[in-house]
């Protein structure tokens, strides 16, 4: 069963092609890592595959419909798009942001809105504003305003890049451990991190799927170092193989 799909895709900004004719299924539950070199089109498939921007040519496919053809609520009820940057247009409170996030459905029960809170360890932000709040706490906010409402397919664009180590392994862990239950898909610039935690990885570059396969089979794969332009040393850790870079 397909959860989304991408069919013979094309991206183009004037001259430019951020995606090339890239076909891509993804199943119904899954943990989803799309990494790549800078300009591999990874945000821009992401913003694609939400619905935010819309292809030149091609079409995603929500299960058996275009997802063009979803109302917003349809889309809100089942994508759920975390971006790179977000600047709210008012200065909110965190609780007012993460209460509008779980109002895009409808509204949740108070229960599972303080478990998010506690999730993402906003207890103590609720009557903060926006303004007030560094990279890493607006990430967090960010995150818990998008997954209270537990949406069947998440999109996360590089959500941890702001965060502090901790953080960023606790972020990183947990929207990989959705991929038990639900389809988490997330671009990754950490490759360690890419490959420590998600079952699949994409590999891109200039708008292609270069590779494609489990995070076990790939980071093996000659074609990374290719494409990333370095050569890369495997090293064997208990948490499984790691990546340094060699010119």
Known sequence: MTAIAADNLLVRRGEAVLVDRLSLTLGPTGSVAIIGPNGAGKSTLLKVLAGIERPTDGQVRVGDRALLSLSGAARTRTLGFLPQYFEPHWDLSVAELVRLGAERVGGIAPE????????????????????????????????????????????????????????????????????????????????????????????????????????????????????????????????GPLLRARS
């Open 112 to 239: 599972a809105m303080a478990e998010t809170s506690r999730t993402f360890e906003l207890e103590d932000l609720g009557h903060r504003r926006w303004s007030t709040l560094s990279g890493g706490e607006r990430a967090r906010v960010l995150l818990a305003s998008v997954l209270v409402v537990d949406p069947p397919v998440l999109l996360a664009d590089e959500p941890a890049a702001s965060l502090d180590i901790r953080h960023r392994l606790d972020v990183v862990r947990a929207l990989a451990q959705r991929g038990t239950t639900r389809l988490s898909v997330v671009v990754v610039h950490d490759l360690d991190l890419a490959f420590r935690f998600f079952e699949r990885v994409i590999l891109l570059d200039r708008g292609h799927i270069v590779a494609d396969a489990r995070a076990a089979d790939l980071i093996a794969d000659p074609r990374l170092d290719q494409v990333f332009g370095v050569s890369f040393e495997r090293l064997a850790t208990s948490d």
